[in-house]
Structure formats: structure tokens, C-alpha cells
């Protein structure tokens, strides 16, 4: 019954590893998100995805590499860890033009040692 | 560009005490306007909208009025409950921006019994 799930809910690694997260939503919705929120709870949009294609890419380091492969379905994958990365990950989806109610997951918090 | 200020936290309250979190924002056209919570360990859940001017938004006791005049969307709820310790968000949404929710900073509420 979850409409957005994320997997892992945790995650532990080292600097230098690379690791993924992932993202399932039962919604219907044709976009999808990946946001970051550090220590002080501000949160920043890191992609977005309208039916598997790429609407907003922000700053952010090309070690993230997100990936739709279809759209119920948003995949983070990032490479050679860094310290600053450690922060919780959300997931979101909405219908695109859905007047801004956008549904969230409960979270990845990844911590990088 | 556009902009979403909040006032900045924590707001501590003891129980049923009247609660205001200001928000202000800045932007083109005619936005729509959200406050989202986000409870202790969890993702963001809308809490309220409003979709034009002078439109009030109202859930879980909790309500913001749409002032184009001020460019506030103020929140308030007359009673507050310790379960209402969250942080809140301020976001708006225009659709020149290709549809992307723009963030406060977020402001934390605690509530004392």
C-alpha cells in the first residue's frame, strides 16, 4: 500500500565507494524526483523525470547519476562517495501540472565515513 | 528568480498556545502557494494550499490565507498539540518554472506539554 517507497532506509560506506538508492512509486504519476536534505533540514531538487525523461537537472556533482527506466521507477546511483554526500535522500512523484502536491518517501539517510 | 523566505526556527510553544510561522515569497504571475510537514523521521506530507489570491487553506486545524498584497502565506493553527512538533515547509509553485516546487528553508516547531 506504499504509494512511495525508497530503498535502503539506511545506508553506511565508506568515501570512495559507489552505492545506489532506489525509488518506487504506485501512484500513477508521470514525474518523479530526487531531493537532498543536509543537517539544518533545507532541502534542494536534484532531478526530475517527466515519463522517463530528464526535466530538471540542478548544480549538482556528475558523480550522481539518476536513471528512470520507466516511470513508476527513479534509481540514484552515486560514485566515489564523498563525506559532504552524507544526507538524507527523498524520493518524490506528482503528476506533472498536478497544482504542486507532490508525494513523498520516507527517506534514505546515507552516512558517509 | 522566484523565492520562498520562512522565519527562521526552532519556534518553541508550550501546548495550546496560538502558532504563526511566517512565509513570504517572491515571484512572476500568479503562483500557487503550499505549506508541507515533515514529522520526526519522515518524508514531506502537503499540508495545506492555495491556488489564487485571497484563497484560504485550511487542514488539521492549521490555516494560511494567500495575501498577493504582502506576499505572505502566513500559517497559523489557534491551539497547538505536542504532536504538531515537525518542521514545516513553505513552497510555491509557478508554471513558467517548469513546474518545480520552489522551497523555504524550513522552520522547526517544538512544542512543550
Given at each position: 500500500d506504499t504509494a512511495v517507497s525508497q530503498t535502503p532506509k539506511y545506508l553506511v560506506t565508506q568515501m570512495g565507494n559507489d552505492k545506489s538508492i532506489k525509488c518506487e512509486q504506485n501512484l500513477g504519476h508521470d514525474t518523479m524526483y530526487w531531493y537532498k536534505q543536509d543537517s539544518k533540514k533545507f532541502l534542494k531538487i536534484m532531478f526530475s523525470y517527466n515519463n522517463k525523461e530528464l526535466i530538471i537537472n540542478e548544480?549538482?556533482?556528475?558523480r550522481f547519476s539518476p536513471k528512470s527506466p520507466d516511470k513508476a521507477h527513479l534509481n540514484l546511483h552515486i560514485n566515489s562517495l564523498e563525506l559532504g554526500d552524507s544526507a538524507v535522500y527523498f524520493c518524490a512523484s506528482s503528476n506533472r501540472g498536478g497544482l504542486g502536491e507532490q508525494y513523498f518517501g520516507p527517506g534514505t539517510r546515507l552516512t558517509v565515513t | 528568480g522566484d523565492s520562498v523566505t520562512q522565519m527562521e526556527g526552532p519556534v518553541t510553544l508550550s501546548e495550546e498556545a496560538f502558532l504563526t510561522i511566517n512565509c513570504t515569497y517572491t515571484a512572476t504571475g500568479y503562483p500557487s502557494l503550499f505549506w508541507y510537514v515533515q514529522y520526526p523521521g519522515e518524508g514531506l506530507q502537503l499540508l495545506l494550499k492555495a491556488t489564487k489570491a485571497d484563497d484560504k487553506g485550511s487542514n488539521k486545524g492549521f490555516e494560511a490565507t494567500y495575501r498577493k498584497e504582502t506576499t505572505s502565506f502566513h500559517l497559523e493553527k489557534g491551539s497547538v498539540q505536542v504532536s504538531d512538533s515537525a518542521v514545516y515547509f513553505c513552497a510555491l509553485l509557478n508554471g513558467d518554472s517548469n513546474y518545480q516546487l520552489i522551497w523555504g528553508a524550513g522552520t522547526k516547531l517544538i512544542i512543550k506539554p
Open positions: 548544480t549538482v556533482p556528475n | -
